[in-house]
């Protein structure tokens, strides 16, 4: 039987194909293969509005040419840009843009940058509240892009799946009679800016219709197993409304301090009024969410209310003399100084807590740590003693943004 002589033929082919394209440098030049690149869109006052309402993601670099972070992460960047591009080709799908805020101080202003470079996200125009802090690589750029395009409400095809949920989350669930309807747009729109925060779901339809007997709704589910429902009574088509009230429920009052969010929750600039308490001490972490609530509700915007695991902030306790055998322990950091709260119990002192946060404001535990008590507080006749002492430094403020991975601006005002 006649064999073909397979090996020969691909010699020669190769060969012939060599000759070829050597021979011809117009051939040569294209058949070598170009990686297809993007171009990263510069933002300006002129383009920025139109192309960030415009796009579904938006990544967007905040730098400054004369920062060597900057410079080492351009490339990266690029590359990131190229890969998700070719995941999703549409004009407006992800947007990867940059802003020159020497050139563009008035932008930097607007978006409170505080350091280079700063990696923002942007959906149809909305920045988000976190910013992208995780590792500069092109594969983390790209995986981070991959899981914003991905659907933030798990869709539920039988309502026996919430007797499944994870009860230590807080949980979104919304009824609609179909998907295609503006409430559950706005409900998709909410969910993408807030899935970080909340797990979302929803029904449709028939599986739907025994939770919608007056109509479409959203429902929050509270961590807990015996934590009552909440109803949304507001319209499911306006957006601010439906976005307000599932933000005030996803975003705790008093919310957990780790080492993954530490950086930013010192980047918000407010002093830390912590609760150390050991992981399955639920209770000292209830009667301080509920004094928090009764005493300083009206200081929300002055400073962060935090819980931490007495095991893993073990430095932090250990600047304060503190072990997590003491805990529960209240303290103030105000990322100068560290100040310890009298004894636990003292918190259901009514007005205890909130005087001692007054007095954080007011100057007065930074004069006793130094000066001794106030005059004030002192017995009539005593007499009053200049009791230096050195105050805990501040421990939180190590979880600040580090100098080894951006650039700090120490003065603001140089935007």
């Known amino acids: 039987m006649w064999e073909v002589p397979w090996r020969r033929i691909a010699l020669m082919l190769a060969v012939f194909l060599c000759f070829y394209y050597l021979c011809d440098p117009l051939k040569r030049v294209t058949w070598v293969f170009t990686p297809v690149t993007t171009e990263i869109t510069s933002l300006d006052t002129e383009n920025i509005d139109d192309i960030l309402n415009n796009a579904d993601v938006a990544l967007v670099n905040f730098y400054a040419d004369w920062c060597r972070f900057s410079q080492m992460l351009h490339p990266i960047f690029e590359e990131a840009s190229n890969v998700i591009k070719e995941e999703y080709p549409n004009e407006n799908q992800v947007v990867f843009a940059r ?12 978006y409170r940058i505080s350091k280079y470079p700063t990696l923002k996200l942007f959906r149809n125009g909305m920045m988000m509240k976190r910013e992208y802090r995780g590792q500069r690589s092109v594969k983390a750029l790209a995986d981070y892009i991959r899981q914003q395009k991905s659907d933030p409400v798990q ?29 559950y747009r706005v409900f998709e729109r909410v969910a993408n800016i807030l899935h970080d925060d909340c797990a979302f779901l929803s029904a449709f339809g028939a599986v739907s219709k025994p939770e919608r007997y007056s109509g479409d709704n959203i429902i929050y589910k509270p961590p807990g197993q015996s934590a009552p429902d909440m109803v949304y009574l507001g319209s499911m088509t306006n957006f601010d409304g439906t976005y307000n009230w599932i933000q005030d429920k996803c975003v705790p009052l008093v919310r957990e301090i780790t080492f993954e969010n530490g950086e930013e929750l010192t980047e918000e600039g407010l002093p830390f009024l912590i609760l150390f308490h050991m992981k399955e001490d639920t209770e000292s972490l209830e009667i301080f969410q509920n004094e928090v609530a009764r005493q300083l509700i009206s200081e929300k915007g002055t400073i962060n209310f935090l819980h931490a695991d007495c095991d ?104």
């Open 99 to 110: 802003v020159d805020c020497d050139q563009h101080s008035d932008i930097a202003q607007r």
């Open 155 to 183: 869709e539920l095809h039988d309502l026996a799946e919430i007797t499944t949920l994870d009860r230590s989350k807080r949980n979104i669930i919304g009824y609609f009679e179909q998907k295609d309807s503006e409430n």
């Open 312 to 415: 893993k902030f073990r430095h932090p306790l250990l600047h304060i003399q503190k072990t997590p055998a003491d805990c529960p322990v209240i303290a103030i950091d105000s990322f100068r100084h560290m100040y310890v709260f009298g004894d636990f119990r003292d918190v259901l002192i009514p007005g205890k807590l909130k005087q001692f946060v007054f007095d954080l404001h007011s100057g007065k535990l930074h004069r006793e740590f130094h000066h001794g008590p106030d005059p004030t507080d002192t017995a009539p006749g005593q007499q009053v003693q200049d009791v230096a002492s050195s105050p805990p430094e501040s421990s939180f403020q190590k979880l600040a943004p580090s100098e080894y991975r951006y650039t700090l601006l120490r003065d603001r005002d140089e935007l």
